[in-house]
């Protein structure tokens, strides 16, 4: 198993959307967006489909897409070919069919969840490479995170964003990576965090508070690693001011297929 941090520097005004993904919402913070393909989407046990003889062969490659529905127990209600050659595609389902999929979850609860996965055999490489998508349920409806509740240290300087005119975007020059906390990395805990944060005129970060998070525990790990960045300032109008972004933290376990 391999851990696997992404850090994404979103600059945003003051919406985010937001969506249950196996947790609920914590101390008034709620859950942060899982896009369709993120990587916690893939399901554990990825065994590898087998490359048909005669096609490998005959250096035959092939693409198939199905489609798998997994009820609220996790289990595989249904999987479905929607295209593809019949011996990619059945070489593709007794593979599919040992995967571990994870139902979605909405109000703490798991419901009925569709994905579509695409298999392409590529004969140069000798083997199948599969990606899966989160087809159903769909992400909710976006929410509003109000730039009013945000605290600053200093009320009298003017904090700008992204979308303001005549203002460019911090650039960040040194982003060490957070770490996976112990209780995190023992219970397999997986999940993004959203930081908040004003990069100073000077380049440096304050301010800095969970906007969302599906990683309670990995909070203050993200928090403690942005604590460290350091940004080239935005500026407006060619002068560094303080500006506000967002920065969102993936923290992903995944097993190597």
């Not at 059945?90 to 994870?102: G, L, T, V």
Request: net charge neutral.
């Amino acid at each position: 198993m391999v851990r696997k941090i992404v850090v994404a520097l979103v600059f945003a005004s003051c919406v985010t959307s937001l969506r249950a993904v196996g947790s609920t919402q914590q101390n008034g913070i709620p859950p942060c967006a899982q896009s369709p393909d993120d990587p916690r989407n893939y399901p554990d046990n990825m065994v590898r489909p087998k490359y048909p003889k005669d096609a490998l062969r005959n250096g035959t490659e092939g693409n198939v897409e199905l489609r798998a529905v997994i009820a609220t127990d996790s289990r595989t209600k249904d999987l479905v070919v929607l295209s593809g050659d019949s011996d990619f595609s059945q070489s593709a389902i007794i593979a599919i069919r040992k995967w571990r999929f994870h139902p979605e979850m909405r109000q703490g609860q798991p419901v009925e969840t569709s994905y579509k996965i695409r298999v392409r055999f590529n004969p140069k490489l000798r083997e199948a490479n599969s990606d899966v998508e989160l087809e159903s349920p769909r992400p909710e409806s976006p929410s509003v995170f109000s730039s009013a509740k945000f605290r600053r240290s200093d009320s009298s300087a003017e904090v700008y964003h992204i979308s303001d005119p005549g203002v460019v975007a911090p650039k960040q020059l040194y982003s060490p990576e957070p770490e996976f906390s112990e209780k995190a990395r023992v219970e397999k805990q997986q999940g993004n965090v959203g930081i908040d944060l004003v990069v100073g005129a000077d380049g440096l970060p304050r301010d800095l508070q969970v906007s969302c998070s599906s990683a309670p525990d990995l909070n203050d790990n993200a928090i403690a690693a942005l604590k460290q960045w350091r940004f080239a300032p935005g500026t407006k109008d060619g002068t560094p001011v303080p500006v506000e972004i967002l920065v969102e933290v993936s923290f992903t376990l995944n097993n190597n297929h």
